[in-house]
């Protein structure tokens, strides 16, 4: 969920990954996904606010966050929650790349890994 200093960085990861990403846009007030849908890939912002959202089990809803250009979210999928914990939905009109868990797994397995050629003797990195 946090924003990506080096989001550049991520813009060049999401164009070598070509097709094992989708991105689509998002009218405002559209649900992106809603709480307890399987938690199957993470989500960048390219353009457009987000907001996440949490209801608790009486029915009332919490705004958690607003979220922008280079902003991350539905990350949990990487720590292997298999339900969404929140609910996403575009405030404005947003385009969203979206990335599925097992390749986003199988790239930073392969990054940590394999040495990075840039800095010798030092220990693999993540791409993003």
């Given at each position: 969920m946090k924003r990506r200093s080096g989001a550049s960085s991520f813009q060049q990861f999401l164009e070598e990954i070509g097709p094992q990403k989708t991105i689509r846009e998002y009218q405002g007030r559209q649900?992106?996904?809603s709480q307890g849908d399987l938690a199957d890939a993470a989500f960048y912002i390219q353009g457009g606010n987000v907001k996440l959202t949490v209801?608790?089990?009486s029915g009332k809803k919490a705004v958690i966050a607003i979220l922008g250009r280079g902003d991350f979210f539905g990350t949990g999928c990487l720590a292997r929650r298999s339900l969404r914990?929140?609910?996403?939905?575009?405030?404005?009109?947003?385009?969203?790349?979206r990335v599925e868990?097992?390749?986003?797994?199988?790239i930073v397995l392969?990054?940590?890994?394999?040495?990075?050629?840039?800095?010798?003797?030092?220990?693999?990195?993540?791409?993003?």
């Open positions: 649900t992106i996904y209801t608790s089990q914990m929140t609910g996403a939905a575009a405030l404005t009109r947003a385009l969203i790349s868990r097992g390749v986003l797994v199988r392969h990054d940590w890994r394999s040495p990075r050629s840039d800095t010798p003797g030092s220990a693999p990195d993540a791409r993003f």
